[in-house]
């Protein structure tokens, strides 16, 4: 069968959720140390490997790249590796998922938009990227800006895109006051009030409850995850603003100021 026709069957098929794979735990392992040891042909060997067992690259994806840099961050944020390795690791695996990228089989389009910004580092990057490629599998219009974007530029595009999910990956400690600014920033405009939020990845996989505290309304520690979650959840009800509430922000400044004083 040509080449085309094959896409096309495969585009316009029902989803159904691929099989696990088998001995991804031991594959895991090795997947791993292969990592860690910078070995890139034998890693890409060994992924090619699983690909053409599992037949599904959403199930590579799944069980064992994500798997593969969660283990990664864990064995560098407990200095059994250093930055160095690190870095390679994570190298190694984002050309990986760019070779799995083209073997996604692509649903038809579901109507629905993700707006999808990361902590500005070569692993949150990865696994936003990585995020992006199964949203954009699974039929949804994805804009991915990567990390280091201002908040109001991120703002911007909320209300030009108007997306039906916002999602921000990979939040590291020091970036969780700016996530909450920004949550509250496109909560006090409404310029898309009936778009979900959520966190994923980063200090919000290692906090249990911080996605709450920065008022997001959706939490996924993966990928799978974050979609699986994105297509159940119903649009946002917004929340209705108390009239006279910033006339008693005010004065309650007033106090403090002459208690001060």
């Keep these: ?22 001995g991804s735990t031991h594959h895991l392992e090795e997947f791993v140390q292969l990592l860690v040891a910078g ?21 590579v994806y799944r069980d064992l790249l994500w798997p593969a840099l969660e283990k990664i961050d864990k064995l560098y944020r407990t200095d059994r590796i250093n930055a160095a390795v690190e870095h390679m690791a994570t190298r190694i695996a984002r050309s990986i998922a760019d070779q799995l990228q083209v073997h996604l089989v692509v649903r038809e389009p579901n109507g629905k938009t993700v707006l999808i910004s990361c902590a500005d580092g070569e692993p949150e990057e990865l696994g936003a990227q990585m995020t992006a490629d199964l949203f954009e599998a699974r039929g949804w219009k994805v804009y991915f800006v990567g990390g280091g974007v ?38 006090d405009i409404g310029v898309n009030p009936t778009m979900n939020i959520m966190v994923s990845g980063g200090v919000f996989n290692r906090a249990d409850g911080l996605w709450r505290e920065v008022n997001s309304d959706l939490f996924a520690r993966t990928a799978t995850e974050a979609l699986e979650l994105a297509e ?9 603003k108390v009239n006279g509430t910033p006339k008693k922000r005010r004065r309650r400044r007033r106090q403090v100021a002459a208690v001060g004083a």
């Design 1 to 22: 069968m040509p080449k085309a026709n094959v896409l096309n069957l495969a585009m316009s098929a029902p989803y159904t959720e691929p099989p696990l794979m088998t």
């Design 39 to 59: 070995d890139r042909i034998v890693c890409r060997e060994l992924i090619d490997r699983e690909l053409t067992a599992c037949g599904h690259a959403d199930r």
């Design 150 to 187: 201002p908040s109001d530029e991120i703002l911007g595009l909320v209300g030009e895109l108007m997306p039906n999910l916002l999602l921000v990956f990979g939040t590291q400690p020091s970036g969780v006051p700016g996530v909450r600014r920004l949550v509250d920033m496109v909560r």
């Design 232 to 240: 159940a959840s119903e649009p946002r009800t917004p929340t209705l």
